[in-house]
């Protein structure tokens, strides 16, 4: 699986929108974009995937570059609770040795008030 | 619909011990991945069952063994215990094994003394 790259940390004011971005240069056609975040202590929770169009759910918006070189997670309102540690990962969907989740170190966002 | 589940919580062993965590999958997911996650870093992937089968194994060493029953639900054993199998495990269930979300439970923090 392609290689992310994330800031190690983000600071955003609650109410703002927080904008978290991944490098994936790397990535080959047949690999989707996944975001997790991890609350202190907590399994990590899914918030959204893609594969080349930008996404959006109730959580968050994916935004992914044309060439698919990066992305960048939206959560266009952020709370106190959506400080955690989120991850990008880009996962192959046709590797034939299982469908592992590779984490790298993510970035640390934390929610002022 | 009920989400992935571990038991123990917690749990604390001495070195040479061996233990024993599980895992519940999510309703209707056939597989189920386990993982570990040490202090201050990203999950690691150790390996993933997919109906009853080993379905690709991690970097870890042959004392990390594991099962899936014919309900899904699957376990995690560790032999002869050593005090760097402190962490936190994780587990995350599937629907199939390629290409769908992994969905991953609360964990078991193991500590060995």
């Known amino acids: 699986d392609a290689k992310t790259t994330q800031p190690p940390s983000m600071d955003c004011a609650e109410g703002r929108a927080a904008n978290l971005p991944c490098n994936h240069s790397t990535i080959s056609g047949n690999e989707y974009v996944y975001w997790y975040r991890q609350i202190h202590s907590q399994g990590p929770q899914y918030i959204i995937h893609g594969l080349k169009n930008n996404e959006t759910n109730e959580m968050a918006s994916l935004i992914i570059t044309e060439d698919r070189k990066s992305s960048t997670l939206i959560l266009p309102h952020a709370t106190l609770r959506d400080t955690a540690v989120y991850y990008c990962i880009v996962r192959s969907v046709k590797e034939t040795s299982g469908s592992r989740l590779t984490f790298g170190e993510g970035t640390q966002l934390t929610v002022n008030p | 619909e009920t989400g992935v589940t571990q038991s123990p919580t917690h749990l604390i062993k001495t070195r040479g011990q061996q233990v024993t965590l599980r895992c519940s999958s999510q309703s209707g997911h056939n597989t189920v991945s386990w993982y570990q996650q040490a202090l201050g870093q990203g999950p690691q992937f150790i390996f993933q069952?997919?109906?009853?089968?080993?379905?690709g194994r991690g970097n870890f060493p042959p004392r990390f063994s594991g099962l899936q029953f014919p309900n899904y639900s699957s376990e995690l054993n560790v032999n002869a215990l050593e005090l760097d199998d402190s962490a936190l495990y994780l587990c995350?269930?599937?629907?199939?094994?390629?290409?769908?979300?992994?969905?991953f439970g609360p964990g078991t923090r193991l500590l060995v003394l």
């Open positions: 995350a269930s599937s629907l199939e094994a390629r290409g769908e979300t992994q969905y």
């Open positions: 069952y997919y109906r009853e089968e080993e379905n």
